[in-house]
């Protein structure tokens, strides 16, 4: 369960960054993004699933969410 | 000679790892790449960040240098105690050249070396209490010291020491922040570690201290230089472009820098980071706490300069936006003086480069705007976002090698031959013996500044000087030569 810092680049993607891994890629996809919820499955451009439960209402971006693996 | 296409490329790279056994061979290919500007992410060609390979010769620095050498080293009006035997501070001591006004031992320490200087005896026994005096005697000695900061040396970690206690005891007797920073040299795998570890001290010690203090009066032109460590005055040159433009830098990172400029930061409108990879983390977790936004920018030759400025005042209103154009014109007799003065005598010439954290692709630009092309990039210490980042900067079929080793190093420049390297004090005398030009590009061969449009004349001539330098004429030895009447006659074919 990796904490994720999201934050937005300078074209509006969504970027999830993994401190600890050094890791930093684009978000392809958000399951649930409504003005009322964000999260479900999230799917990064390097094909990796991660999973966080929906938070309602969705947090402001930068900040940093606990996610959980998309296979565990 | 020509520029090798890809297939040459891949072909020099294997033929480089040719010499090494089975299983070194397979982890240096995954560290020796052919760029291809195209590819969006780098981690899917080139692996970097990773543990050296145990027998090579590598060029990397220890967690230790990253933490003192480069984020702390700089602030001022800091003490920086080398906390462990005295050779890792006494060997380092004031080779970064970053530049800072005040009266070193009054009220400004960057040049002096203090070391808690370890012997049998406090290995053994513990170096606590030999901490707690060292504080007591730096505040008697200097009283004008704003804080200190415990940088560890490897031991420290080794046998266990309670910096913390010591240094939040001693903080509160003292009324002065005391930062215990546990870079102990054996952390990661290289400087990169020392960086984050210092920029985590910082977030813990020093972020926060002027949270809920209304006092500093603010404009919503404030913005914090982040990243750039002053080597040879280069934050001074980029600053004077930041302030022409109506903004007001309130904090220099950490050249030339301050206690109270890194305690203010969290106040500014933005923050604009020259070395992304030893800083970075600092400005996302501003971000994220203060809302700040930041921005990569780079002010390594005039093109990028441009785009840079232009950059950092979309942020801004449009009187910002305007200023930023008029500082554009008002330097562009200057350096187009400068181009049409150098370039023709570097036109064409290529450069390999080997360096640490933003220079293997932010002086990219600097080289194109003289005509020079680098054909060979790689960086001691980055990880995948640089190489990200890098690879849109260099050409088709350049050669990337990450963490290179003295031997590949040495290999790939017999090979492509370029008229220029730009690495560090360790490759220096090697290539200068074997007759090919070459900059010290970390501290700028002690000369500098480079950023800035001020930075980018005294690049130009450098570059010039090194590569135009009659001496790699004289480089074989006399009795190598040629006969008499030959000499002659090759001298005039190679001049003509
Ligand atoms: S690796 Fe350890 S002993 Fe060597 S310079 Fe770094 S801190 Fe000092």
């Keep these: 369960m990796p904490n994720v810092m999201i934050r937005k680049n300078d074209a509006g993607d969504l970027l999830f960054y993994v401190a600890k ?27 990796s699933r991660w999973y966080i439960d929906p938070i309602s209402p969705p947090p402001v971006f930068p900040t940093t969410l606990r996610f959980k693996r998309g296979d565990e | 000679m020509t520029a090798l296409t ?10 480089v790892l040719e010499v090494y056994p ?40 220890c967690a230790y240098a990253g933490s003192k050498g480069v984020v702390w080293g700089p602030i001022k009006d800091m003490i920086h105690i080398s906390h462990g035997p005295v050779g890792c501070g006494a060997y380092s001591r004031a080779g970064r050249r970053n530049y800072y006004v005040g009266h070193t031992g009054v009220n400004t320490f960057g040049t002096m070396n203090f070391t808690s200087d370890f012997q049998e005896k ?9 901490l707690a005096k060292l504080i007591d005697e730096i505040n008697e000695l200097f009283p004008l010291v704003k804080g200190i900061s415990v940088q560890s040396e490897c031991p420290i970690g080794l046998i266990g020491d309670d910096i913390e206690a ?43 201290n002027r949270d809920g203090d209304p006092t500093f009066q603010t404009t919503p032109y404030d913005v914090a230089v982040i990243g750039d460590y002053n080597i040879g005055g280069d934050a001074w040159a980029s600053r004077i472009l930041l302030e022409e433009m109506g903004l007001r830098v309130v904090a220099q990172w950490s050249g030339d820098g301050t206690l109270a400029e890194m305690e203010l930061t969290p106040k500014v409108k933005l923050n604009l980071i020259h070395c992304y990879r030893s800083m970075n983390y600092i400005s996302r977790f501003m971000e994220e706490k ?75 630009g600097a080289y194109e705007d003289l005509g020079m092309e680098v054909v060979g990039t790689g960086y001691e210490f980055a990880h995948n976002d640089d190489y990200d980042r890098t690879m849109k900067e260099m050409g088709e079929a350049t050669l990337l090698y990450d963490d290179v ?31 090919v030009p070459f900059r ?25 000087m090194t590569v135009n330098n009659p001496c790699w004429n004289s480089m074989q030895a006399p009795w190598l030569k040629p006969a008499e009447g030959e000499t002659e006659v090759k001298k005039l074919a190679a001049s003509a």
Aim: contains cysteine.
């Design chain 1, 21 to 47: 891994k050094d890791m930093e890629e684009t978000i392809a996809s958000v399951e649930t993004d409504t003005s009322e919820t964000w999260g479900g499955e999230v799917v990064l451009t390097d094909g």
């Design chain 2, 6 to 15: 890809r297939e040459e490329t891949q072909a020099l790279i294997q033929e």
């Design chain 2, 22 to 61: 089975d299983k070194a061979k397979k982890d240096r290919a995954k560290h020796l790449a052919v760029n291809d500007p195209s590819v969006e992410q780098s981690k899917k060609c080139i692996t970097s960040n990773r543990k050296s390979l145990p027998g090579v010769m590598t060029i990397r620095g």
């Design chain 2, 122 to 130: 406090d290995i053994v026994f513990g170096g606590d209490k030999k």
């Design chain 2, 166 to 208: 010591v240094s939040k005891k001693k903080g509160k007797e003292l009324d002065k922040p005391i930062v215990p920073v546990r870079c102990e040299g054996f952390r990661g795998v290289s400087q990169s570690l020392g960086h984050h570890i210092a920029n985590d001290a910082i977030r813990d010690w020093v972020i926060g």
């Design chain 2, 290 to 364: 203060y809302g700040i936004p930041w921005m990569e920018y780079n002010f390594f030759g005039p093109t990028k300069i441009a785009e840079s400025l232009r950059k950092i005042a979309a942020f801004f209103d449009e009187t910002i936006q305007a200023n930023a154009e008029k500082v554009i014109a008002k330097y562009e007799a200057e350096y187009s003086a400068i181009i049409a003065k150098y370039r023709p005598r570097l036109e064409g010439k290529r450069v390999m480069l080997y360096v640490g954290g933003l220079r293997p692709r932010h002086v990219v």
């Design chain 2, 405 to 435: 080793t003295g031997y590949e190093f040495e290999e790939f420049v017999k090979r492509v031959k370029p008229d220029l390297i730009g690495s560090g004090v360790k490759e220096k005398y090697i290539f200068q013996k074997m007759g």
């Design chain 2, 440 to 464: 010290q590009m970390h501290s700028w061969d002690y000369s500098g500044p480079y950023h800035g449009y001020d930075g980018f004349a005294i690049f130009a001539r450098d570059m010039d």
